[in-house]
């Protein structure tokens, strides 16, 4: 399987346990690793057959920037979800970092691991 990524992509968002938190926008930074098959898009040069990176960095962007959560593990689990809606992405890996949130650390966060869940089979 290839592998398609998002390197260091920003969004200011609210996000946070504390009170202070919750009347602020903060940076989080995402990085993703996609399982996909980019051989139909190679072959072909045709981005309707790729992993259109750039109209799914906007919509994490958009869904980051537009949600209020209080932990790094549910908006990363969101964006999970996100990514996997595009049924050809057959594994995504999320890193994301809260940067500053912890004095001494240059940014703390979480990183998971999501395959795509084979349909239920007829019992």
């Known amino acids: 399987m290839d592998k398609v990524f998002i390197r260091g992509l920003e969004v200011l968002t609210t996000?946070?346990?504390y009170e202070?938190?919750?009347?602020i926008r903060q940076k989080l930074?995402?990085?993703l690793e996609m399982g996909f098959d980019n051989r139909p898009a190679a072959a072909?040069?045709?981005?309707k057959l790729a992993l259109d990176y750039a109209t799914l960095s906007r919509k994490i962007c958009d869904h980051?920037?537009?949600k209020?959560?209080?932990?790094?593990?549910?908006?990363?689990?969101?964006v999970a979800m996100l990514v996997l809606a595009d049924e050809r992405v057959q594994w995504v890996k999320v890193t994301l970092t809260k940067p500053g949130a912890v004095p001494n650390a240059a940014g703390v966060g979480v990183e998971i691991l999501r395959h795509r869940t084979p349909a239920a089979s007829a019992n």
């Open 44 to 47: 072909t040069d045709d981005i």
């Open 64 to 66: 980051a920037s537009s």
């Open 20 to 23: 202070w938190e919750k009347g």
């Open 15 to 17: 996000i946070g346990v």
């Open 29 to 31: 930074c995402f990085d």
């Open 68 to 78: 209020v959560v209080e932990l790094v593990e549910t908006m990363a689990e969101q």
